[in-house]
T-cell receptor, first 110, second 112 residues
């Protein structure tokens, strides 16, 4: 079935380091792809999305490009901040439900 | 306007009891989703409503789980004869389009 696999955490980085969290998907059709973020004590928030191949989603300095040829949607940020510490979830939707990865916990140290 | 709200925020119950979890979606959102998130995992789809009807309930784990949305707005997830394995955070989301789901803060259910 349709599924998402994302890089296992936890990931610990120093402030201003470069971030990559890998995400690959398996789908029978052409899904929409998402990154959600869950800050400590808060609910899931949409970070960015892409709805078709080669689309790039971006928000708050984060970017991800929908790569159909590699079935990937890796999350990147050039310079992380302490406030980026959170759990990041890759997700896809094809029909009515959303399929999530297991989440990657990011901790950014000053 | 207000986001998706869920009540209660925490629920502790004993094994075998019945529980109801409530979701108030964003006003005007026709689609409503329930997910379950176990510790260290991503949310897992349970059921999807379009208006008053359950359009897809394929994620409900067994017949102890049931959800309703009688007026096409508020939804209630009902769990009968709770088991310890039901302990999780239950998330609700609403949307006007599949590509934009807005999540509530969740209800943390603990079954003792």
């Amino acid at each position: 079935g349709d599924s998402v696999t994302q890089m296992e955490g936890p990931v610990t980085l120093s402030e201003e380091a470069f971030l990559t969290i890998n995400c690959t998907y398996t789908a029978t059709g052409y899904p929409s792809l998402f990154w959600y973020v869950q800050y400590p004590g808060e609910g899931l928030q949409l970070l960015l999305k892409a709805t078709k191949a080669d689309d790039k989603g971006s928000n708050k300095g984060f970017e991800a490009t929908y790569r159909k040829e590699t079935t990937s949607f890796h999350l990147e940020k050039g310079s992380v901040q302490v406030s980026d510490s959170a759990v990041y979830f890759c997700a896809l939707t094809l029909n009515n439900d959303m399929r999530f990865g297991a989440g990657t916990r990011l901790t950014v140290k000053p | 306007g207000a986001g998706v709200s869920q009540t209660p925020s925490n629920k502790v119950t004993e094994k075998g009891k019945y529980v109801e979890l409530r979701c108030d979606p964003i006003s005007g959102h026709t689609a409503l989703y329930w997910y379950r998130q176990s510790l260290g995992q991503g949310p897992e789809f349970l059921i999807y409503f379009q208006g008053t009807g359950a359009a897809d309930d394929s994620g409900l784990p067994n017949d102890r789980f049931f959800a309703v949305r009688p007026e096409g707005s508020v939804s209630t997830l009902k769990i009968q004869r709770t088991e310890r394995g039901d302990s999780a955070v239950y998330l609700c989301a609403s949307s006007t389009r599949v590509n934009e789901q807005f999540f509530g803060p969740g209800t943390r259910l603990t079954v003792l």
